[in-house]
C-alpha cells in the first residue's frame, strides 16, 4: 500500500536522503525553506513552517499518512550566534505541525538528535535524564516536547552522518575541509 508521505528538510542530508529512498514506494510532498530541490518522481514545495497557516494550507491540499519532521538548524555555532533561529527553526515549527494535526491520526516522526544529552557517560536510555549542552541540543528538546503533544509521535534521538546528495556540505564534508 502507497502511503501519503510528507517529509519537511528535504533539502537536507536526512530528508534528501528519505525522499530517494521513499520515491518508488510511496507518494512523497517534500518541503524546504531556502534550499530548492528537484527529485525526479517527488512534488517538492517552499514553506516556512513557523507560519501555522503554512502548514495548514499544506495539509489541506496534501493530507499525508505520514509526517517526517527533518526540518532543522543543525549547525552547532550558528545555533549559539543566532538562538532565535535555532528557537524557530528546531521548536517553532514543531508547534506548527502539532497544533494543525491536532484531531488527526497523521502519524509524526520528529528526527531529533542525541544533543539532548550532556554526552559525558554515553549509553544512554530513551527515559534517562536529559542535559543538552548548547542551544542546537535545547531547541531539539523543545521540540520533542511539542512533538509529545501528537499522537500518534516517534521521536528519533539520532546523530546523522554521511555525504549529502545535493549540492550542500554535510557534516563529514565539513569534517574533511577542516583538516
Known amino acids: 500500500m502507497k502511503l501519503k508521505m510528507l517529509i519537511t528538510g528535504v533539502s537536507g542530508l536526512l530528508g534528501n536522503n528519505l525522499a530517494y529512498y521513499f520515491n518508488s514506494r510511496h507518494e512523497i510532498l517534500g518541503l524546504y525553506f531556502s534550499n530548492p530541490i528537484m527529485i ?30 527533518c526540518t532543522s538548524l543543525a549547525n552547532i555555532d550558528q545555533c549559539e550566534k543566532d538562538p532565535e533561529l535555532a528557537q524557530r527553526l528546531n521548536m517553532h515549527t514543531t508547534q506548527s505541525i502539532v497544533d494543525t494535526l491536532q484531531g488527526s491520526d497523521t502519524r509524526l516522526v520528529y528526527i531529533s538528535t542525541d544533543a539532548v544529552y550532556d554526552g559525558d557517560k554515553g549509553e544512554f536510555s530513551e527515559t534517562g535524564p536529559t542535559f543538552p549542552k548548547n542551544n542546537y541540543g535545547k531547541t531539539k528538546l523543545e521540540g520533542e516536547k511539542e512533538a509529545l503533544r501528537h499522537d500518534p509521535v516517534l521521536v528519533l534521538r539520532t546523530n546523522i552522518f554521511g555525504w549529502n546528495i545535493q549540492n550542500k556540505q554535510s557534516l563529514g564534508e565539513w569534517i574533511l575541509d577542516e583538516l
Open 40 to 69: 525526479s518522481g517527488i512534488q517538492t514545495e517552499q514553506c516556512d513552517l513557523t507560519l501555522k497557516e503554512n502548514v495548514s494550507a499544506i495539509l489541506t491540499h496534501f493530507v499525508p499518512d505520514v509526517i517526517i519532521h
